[in-house]
């Protein structure tokens, strides 16, 4: 059965600091692997991530994909108050085109 | 471009009434699907379609739920009868040809 693990569940940090956000997926025929940020609404689209080793960064935030290890990571560097949110990390197949969303790292940053 | 847009964005009902939630996908995307999400089980996908035809409705939690598409830029999801444990926010999504997915604002769903 396909499943998507993030890690950890929670996180609570200070700002500055530099955070790394877990994802570990089992999925017949990947496709992608797409991280969201989720505030107190609709989650909102981060990074796509389809190919091993390439990095994708948007300002202080990155993450990479490892597709023979089947995890990825998303990095925040010099975190910031309005970084806090829940992550959410899902994954395609090919088979279909739905997602399974992992349970998502809520990160808390603290001025 | 608006975005996807639902509506209600807020519903509270009593048990046991009908409720019909509304999703208008952006304009030109060819798949549009309804999640469902709380805080015990997380964002599950309940049905999903592809140029307006269900492909996945294994999600569904029962036959109290079904969502229709007449056209593509219209879905419904609709819960009849409604009970308590159907209270969550419900999130509709399109995409294009499989690229990454645009949430809507959801529908904060309370059944009493």
């Known amino acids: 059965e396909d499943k998507v693990v993030q890690s950890p569940l929670s996180l609570v940090v200070h700002e500055g600091d530099t955070v790394t956000l877990n994802c570990s997926y089992e999925?017949?025929?990947?496709?992608?692997l797409l991280w969201y940020k989720q505030e107190k609404k609709a989650p909102t689209f981060l990074f796509m991530l389809?190919?091993?080793?390439i990095e994708k960064k948007s300002g202080r935030l990155s993450s990479i994909l490892d597709k023979k290890e089947l995890f990825s990571i998303l990095n925040i560097t010099a975190t910031q108050t309005g970084d806090s949110a829940v992550y959410l990390c899902?994954?395609?197949?090919?088979?279909?085109?739905?997602?399974?969303f992992g349970a998502g790292t809520r990160l808390t940053v603290k001025p | 471009d608006a975005g996807v847009i639902q509506s209600p964005r807020h519903e509270v009902t009593e048990m046991g009434q009908e409720v019909t939630l509304r999703c208008k996908p952006i304009?030109?995307?060819?798949?549009l699907f309804w999640y469902r999400q709380t805080m015990m089980r997380g964002l599950e996908l309940l049905i999903y379609?592809?140029?307006?035809?269900?492909?996945?409705d294994s999600g569904m939690p029962e036959d109290r739920f079904s969502a229709k598409m007449p056209n593509a830029s219209f879905s419904t999801l609709k819960i009849q009868p409604s009970e308590p444990r159907d209270s969550a926010v419900y999130f509709c999504?399109?995409?294009?040809?499989?690229?990454?997915?645009?949430f809507g604002p959801g529908t904060r769903l309370t059944v009493t």
């Open positions: 999504a399109s995409s294009l040809a499989g690229s990454k997915q645009y």
């Open positions: 999925v017949t025929n990947f496709r992608s």
């Open positions: 389809t190919s091993s080793g």
């Open positions: 899902a994954v395609e197949g090919y088979n279909n085109n739905d997602m399974r």
């Open positions: 304009s030109g995307h060819n798949s």
């Open positions: 379609f592809n140029n307006n035809v269900p492909i996945d």
